[in-house]
């Protein structure tokens, strides 16, 4: 995994707190909206963030419900930090340990790794291969898995998602 135990902690806060300021929808944080994509930015830190346009789940083949907190599609830029164009997902829930999480864009599959709630490309290069479909793609589909079970399928809208990345990229790309 290309997050060491520091970083991981580090960007799991900074994204809660982020998630948590994407869904205030912060007059102070939010720089712009694309469609279906939000641009947000704090000092040397931009993210752009996007909510699922469907969700499913399903356990034992049957749809079922589920309590889940916030769940979202982020990609991070920070120079200070080191962070460009870093794609992650909370999943609202915490995610089944060694079970890679699945995202789909058009033909093109890529495996996430999970760390509690969250889950981020094994590799930066991964991240740069993921932003390229999504600036291809119509949505994103992310599939994972719950400890208790179930699995869950989050499907995010890309519309918007380009014009958003440009934005967040020269703010703090």
Request: aromatic share 8%; net charge positive.
């Amino acid at each position: 995994m290309k997050n060491n135990s520091f970083k991981i902690v580090s960007i799991a806060a900074l994204a809660s707190t982020m998630a948590v300021s994407a869904f205030a929808q912060s007059s102070t944080n939010r720089v712009n909206a694309k469609t279906d994509w939000s641009v947000f930015q704090e000092g040397q830190e931009c993210w752009i963030v996007s909510a699922p346009t469907n969700v499913k789940i399903t356990q034992n083949g049957k749809r079922v419900t589920a309590n889940r907190s916030d769940i979202l599609l982020f990609v991070t830029y920070n120079k200070t930090r080191g962070i460009t164009g870093e794609v992650s997902y909370t999943a609202g829930y915490p995610l089944k340990a060694n079970t890679p999480v699945k995202m789909q864009i058009g033909s093109s599959t890529y495996t996430l790794t999970p760390e509690g709630e969250w889950a981020w490309p094994a590799t930066s290069g991964e991240d740069g291969k993921i932003r390229a479909s999504m600036t291809r793609g119509a949505n994103a589909v992310i599939t994972g898995n719950s400890s208790r079970g179930k699995t869950t399928t989050d499907t995010f809208s890309l519309k918007g998602f380009t014009a958003a990345l440009e934005d967040a990229k020269k703010r703090c790309g």
